[in-house]
């Protein structure tokens, strides 16, 4: 399923990892995300269905529901009419860390590389809905794309709820790092949500639809991108009227140097190092253990691109001896939250954020 209709769609990386038995999806090995701005051929993709048909002279995208004016727009429309702004923001599958989960759960069994960070330049939605003018009683954005599963039902339809859809960082997105938004990435159109689970940065946008409730679209109901409000143990039969849409990440972090399994030697310096972010309250202060998580001290925290990008973390390390060594970090946010040493179980397996551990041997 490897699009054929558009020469910038998949410049991957070949090192990435294929997730194979389903639609195209792909994640990035931790030591190949050691950039503060993640290149476009090493950020994960995280496809739902096929890979839609998408002609941008043609593209059009609707505005209508819950509107006083409902609006049919081109990209042109879009660029000339409305203000461009540029959101770095991490972009996190909600799913990732997933693999780690004992009981294991169902779904695309990610590592801990279905994430990334990247500059995002399109126009506010708020501004769009500005100009179709919301009608009294609209809570809620309902996202629609042309991509369907393998038996033709909507691939995903996800939306957000109003003060989201209104709120400043949130984007009608047509570029990625300065480039036309790739395919692969949802191009032409894509919603940008910061803090929010990538599930919420709908692909291949033609379709804006204002509601008076909740969207009830593919992947919004059931026990989809949702998580429990009261502890479910792994056996329990869930009851999804007790589990709640994800709106916002939780704070999190990732050693992209060294990588898991490297060979250092004893005396020379090696800076351990990667990123921390979170969803609504923002990161505060990464920890650092090499002895797998029995003592910490506190690492270098650099300031992110912005308040929605990752920040660069840094460790002066010289192990001393030989041996293997366990490295772990852990972040904190600013309401005192850290991310838990192991993994907190929910059946679907979203918002891991159990702490990352690194095998490294010194020799
Ligand atoms: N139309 C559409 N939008 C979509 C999806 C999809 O399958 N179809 N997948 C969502 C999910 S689950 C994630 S994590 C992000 C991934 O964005 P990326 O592929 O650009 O990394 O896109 C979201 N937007
Ligand atoms: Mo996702």
């Known amino acids: 399923m490897i699009p054929t209709d558009a020469p910038d769609t998949l410049r991957t990386d070949p090192d990435l990892i294929v997730h194979g038995g389903g639609p195209y ?22 496809n739902n269905g096929d890979w839609p048909a998408v002609d941008r002279a043609t ?11 409902p609006l049919s727009l081109s990209l042109d429309d879009l660029e000339r009419r409305f203000e461009a702004v540029t959101v770095t923001s991490v972009l996190e599958c909600a799913g990732n860390g997933r693999s780690y989960l004992e009981p294991a759960v169902e779904g695309v069994l990610w590592g801990y590389g279905a994430v990334g960070c990247a500059r995002f330049t399109g126009v506010r939605m708020r501004d769009v809905l500005e100009v179709a003018g919301l009608k009294e009683g609209a809570v809620y954005t309902a996202h629609h794309s042309p991509d369907r599963t393998e038996t033709g039902k909507v691939a995903l ?3 957000l709820p109003i003060a989201k859809a209104l ?34 940065w ?3 946008l033609a379709r804006l639809e204002i509601r008076d409730r909740e969207h009830d679209g593919a992947k919004m109901t059931g026990l989809d991108y949702r998580l429990p409000t009261a502890p479910v143990r792994p056996g329990e039969t869930p009851d999804p009227a007790l589990f709640a849409v994800i709106e916002d990440m939780p704070v999190k972090s990732l050693v992209s140097h060294p990588a898991d399994g490297a060979r250092l030697r004893a005396g020379e310096p090696c800076e351990i190092r990667g990123f921390a972010w979170s969803g609504r309250v923002p990161v505060e202060r990464v920890h650092v253990s090499t002895d797998g998580g029995t003592t910490w001290a506190m690492a270098e ?55 990352q551990r690194v095998g490294v041997t010194v020799g």
Not at 26 to 44: A, M, Q, W
Not at 173 to 187: I, K, Q, S, T
């Open 157 to 159: 339809s996800r939306g």
């Open 301 to 355: 925290l650099e300031p992110g691109e912005g308040p929605h990008a990752w920040r660069r973390f840094r460790f002066a390390w010289t192990p001393d001896h030989a041996g293997p060594f366990t490295l772990v970090a852990r972040a904190g946010d600013a309401s005192g939250r850290v991310q838990p040493l192991d993994q907190t179980w929910n059946p679907r397996g979203y918002c891991n954020n159990g702490c």
């Open 167 to 200: 709120a400043p960082e949130t984007l009608i997105a047509f570029a990625m790092n300065g480039e036309p938004l790739p395919l692969a990435h949802g191009g032409p159109l894509r919603v940008v949500a910061p803090g929010f689970p990538g599930s919420a």
């Open 202 to 204: 709908q692909k291949w």
């Open 25 to 46: 999806n792909v994640e990035t090995p931790p030591h190949l995300l050691d950039d503060p701005i993640t290149p476009i051929g090493r950020f994960f993709v995280r």
């Open 59 to 69: 593209w059009r995208l609707a505005v209508d529901g819950l509107v006083e004016r």
